[in-house]
């Protein structure tokens, strides 16, 4: 089952990503899916990103970059004025080289990519608004995440290989937030009701979600019979904490031909 599919998405939709696990690679398993409709899209991040994970699609697109959003703009309308397939996808952001020489994409202020959406410049923006440093779990700080307003979809990746793992900052992103947040002891094991309380807490996963938005819980690395169980019971937790307050629950693993194992649909909170 396609991802894309699973999100029910409108004609347009700004589609924002956050938490840990597997992000990235979800990123652009959808971004690959979306380019097959043939409409015009903005991939970019509201923080860094490695310049590896999008490359394929600057190579298929092309990569604008700029410090000012008039000549940012103006180059991506541009771009998508030439009536080609080829000229469909643009990815937003400046390459720059880290301490350790790989290379990163800066992303855009989320002001920009708010007016964009409300000029309808592009049919599809496809945001990484969260960083999680590799891990499969992560706790954001008083900065994260950096979601645009004009999210109408947003998806909260969590690796349920994170079960199990002790609390500890090689295993937990931002580990002290994360044991503030849950109740859980450094050192103690993470456990399904506290991945749920993540999920749910207002501060977790889902923190400065935009109003109106719908929330789309990812439980990625679902690999296996036995990875199945532990998302399930995980599910249950999630529900039974905060039933209404997640559109979706999607099951699945971003790096297998079949995404999506399993969708549980809830009823969008008021």
């Not at 541009?78 to 790989?102: P, Q």
């Not at 500890?168 to 009701?193: A, D, H, M, P, Q």
């Not at 209404?244 to 399993?262: D, L, M, P, S, W």
Request: aromatic share 8%; with cysteine.
């Amino acid at each position: 089952m396609l991802i894309s599919e699973v999100l029910q998405l409108k004609e347009r939709a700004f589609i924002s990503l956050v938490g840990a696990g597997g992000k990235s690679t979800l990123f652009n398993r959808l971004a690959e899916e979306l380019d097959l409709k043939n409409k015009r899209m903005i991939l970019t991040t509201t923080t860094k990103m490695f310049s590896w994970q999008i490359a394929p699609f600057i190579k298929k697109g092309r990569l604008i970059e700029g410090h000012n959003e008039k000549p940012v703009r103006e180059s991506i309308e541009k771009y998508f004025s030439y009536e080609s397939k080829e000229r469909r996808l643009v990815v937003i952001g400046e390459e720059i080289e880290e301490i350790n020489g790989k290379e990163k994409l800066i992303g855009l202020p989320p002001d920009w990519l708010d007016s964009w959406w409300e000029d309808k410049i592009a049919d599809y923006f496809l945001v990484e608004a969260d960083g999680a440093a590799g891990r499969p779990v992560k706790a954001p700080a008083s900065y994260e995440p950096i979601i645009p307003l004009s999210t109408t979809d947003l998806i909260g990746v969590i690796g349920i290989d994170a079960l199990g793992l002790s609390l500890r900052e090689e295993n937990v992103f931002r580990s002290e937030i994360f044991s503030k947040i849950t109740g859980l002891e450094f050192g103690e094991k993470v456990g399904l009701e506290t991945l749920a309380l993540l999920i749910c807490h207002p501060k977790g996963l889902f923190k400065g979600a935009p109003p109106g938005c719908c929330r789309h819980l990812f439980i990625n690395k679902v690999e296996n019979p036995e990875n199945l169980k532990m998302a399930e019971e995980l599910t249950f937790q999630v529900l039974k904490i905060c039933p209404r307050g997640i559109n979706n629950i999607i099951v699945g693993a971003a790096g297998q031909k079949e995404v999506v194992t399993e969708v549980i649909r809830r009823i969008k909170s008021s």
